[in-house]
């Protein structure tokens, strides 16, 4: 059974360690090292994290399964890109699954907790960037109902990458 959690300023530790594991995890091999190590660094600390779970705009969730962290998902409200439509967007910064769970419905769990949050907060749509390359990801979205409507670069220490930025309406 999976379930999900908000996640408290206690947990900018486990954030900092589980999205470091899991960005690792999915995108290392197709990314120089020096180039991972400056994207880890900057984005995967505990103090980021800290900073991040402090932000009145962020909301995390944390999906745990058989008494483990399982993944996990950022939402931020703010400043979206011109091709957003709606009066009140929320973004989906990370949604991640740990490698071991991914196909055991973690994804799932925190996308279903990721609407609902947007919903609780007002949101009139949910918007995310997916790495162009990212195709099981961009299935996995799309069977949510997420469509394409731009681009976006996104860098990943000196490399810039292009994203598919996608957008649901609530």
Same mark, same amino acid.
């Not at 008494?67 to 949604?95: M, N």
């Not at 769970?101 to 009139?124: E, H, P, Q, Y």
């Given at each position: 059974?999976?379930?999900?959690?908000?996640?408290?300023?206690?947990?900018?530790?486990?954030?900092?360690?589980?999205?470091?594991?899991?960005?690792?995890?999915?995108?290392?091999?197709?990314?120089?090292?020096?180039?991972?190590?400056?994207?880890?660094?900057?984005?995967?600390?505990?103090?980021?994290?800290?900073?991040?779970?402090?932000?009145?705009?962020?909301?995390?969730?944390?999906?745990?399964?058989?008494?483990?962290?399982? !993944?996990?998902?950022?939402?931020?409200? !703010?400043?979206?890109?011109?091709?957003?439509?709606?009066?009140?967007?929320?973004?989906?910064?990370?949604?991640?699954?740990?490698?071991?769970?991914?196909?055991?419905?973690?994804?799932? *769990?925190?996308?279903?907790?990721?609407?609902? *949050?947007?919903?609780?907060?007002?949101?009139?749509?949910?918007?995310?960037?997916?790495?162009?390359?990212?195709?099981?990801?961009? *299935?996995?979205?799309?069977?949510?109902?997420?469509?394409?409507?731009?681009?976006?670069?996104?860098?990943?220490?000196?490399?810039?990458?292009?994203?598919?930025?996608?957008?649901?309406?609530?």
């Amino acid at each position: 059974m999976i379930i999900t959690r908000c996640a408290t300023t206690e947990d900018a530790g486990l954030l900092a360690e589980l999205g470091a594991r899991t960005f690792s995890d999915t995108f290392a091999a197709d990314n120089t090292a020096e180039d991972m190590a400056a994207y880890l660094a900057a984005c995967f600390s505990r103090e980021k994290q800290a900073a991040e779970l402090a932000d009145p705009r962020s909301v995390f969730l944390i999906a745990e399964a058989e008494d483990k962290s399982a !993944g996990y998902a950022h939402l931020l409200a !703010g400043q979206w890109p011109r091709e957003i439509t709606g009066s009140r967007p929320i973004e989906i910064v990370r949604l991640y699954s740990a490698h071991e769970w991914i196909g055991k419905g973690v994804g799932s *769990a925190l996308m279903t907790a990721c609407l609902d *949050a947007a919903r609780n907060r007002g949101a009139d749509s949910v918007w995310l960037g997916v790495w162009e390359n990212n195709v099981r990801a961009q *299935a996995f979205y799309r069977k949510w109902g997420f469509v394409e409507v731009g681009t976006h670069v996104f860098m990943l220490g000196s490399d810039a990458k292009t994203d598919l930025v996608m957008q649901r309406t609530l």
